[in-house]
């Protein structure tokens, strides 16, 4: 619908091919949907629900509950030794700073292309977000502008690997050693990509990852549950 002169009109367009050049369409069949079930996630569901222990604080049943349980195996497969879960990727963000000490009049440098909890989750800390540009091919931040907006101010480096790619981990671990600056990342496009060398996953080079399992990322639980990973040995 349009407004011209102060007339409403309405329009309509009509694209007549529905592939690039083509008039044969790419698939003939319905758009799966997301996010996916079967009988075993609602058996799974059902023994939640009946075990009695929906939260932490609930009353113990003599069983571990299914967030350690996953914890744990997530934890193995992305070979660190920490694997918390939380309420958010926002809450993960957030909990990260903390504890590095990110607060009032700190920088964070963030990518220019991702989510908004990565600029909010800063600001949330008291921390200013400095948007840096990305690389095209890999659609994260690019390092060599990451690297021209570093000052006496920044704090952290939150990197996001987007879209299934992985960002040029090896960059940034060098400018973060060289800096002496924490490096943040977020996996929640990225747990399970094969693009690292290490082989399955991203695996261990930040300070914390953060793999979410939010309805429009790569894997999905009964709820939004999403992980704050402390790579390395310390506590």
Known sequence: MVRHQGKVMNTHIVDTTTSIGSNTPVTTQAWPKWPSHDSGTLKVITEVLESTRWTISGAYSGQETYERRFARAFAEYCGTQYCTPVTSGTSALTISLLALGVGAGDEVL?????WVACASATCSVGAVPVLVDIDPESM???P???EARINAKTKAILLVHAYCRT???DSFLDICERYKIPLIEDCSQAHGNVAWPQGRGI???GMFQHATSQGAD???????CDIGSRTGGET
């Open 218 to 224: 790569l894997w999905r639980r009964g709820s939004r």
């Open 203 to 205: 695996r261990r080079p």
């Open 140 to 142: 994260a931040m690019s």
């Open 167 to 169: 960002a040029d981990i």
């Open 110 to 114: 963030v990518p220019g292309l991702t």
């Open 144 to 146: 060599q502008a990451a």
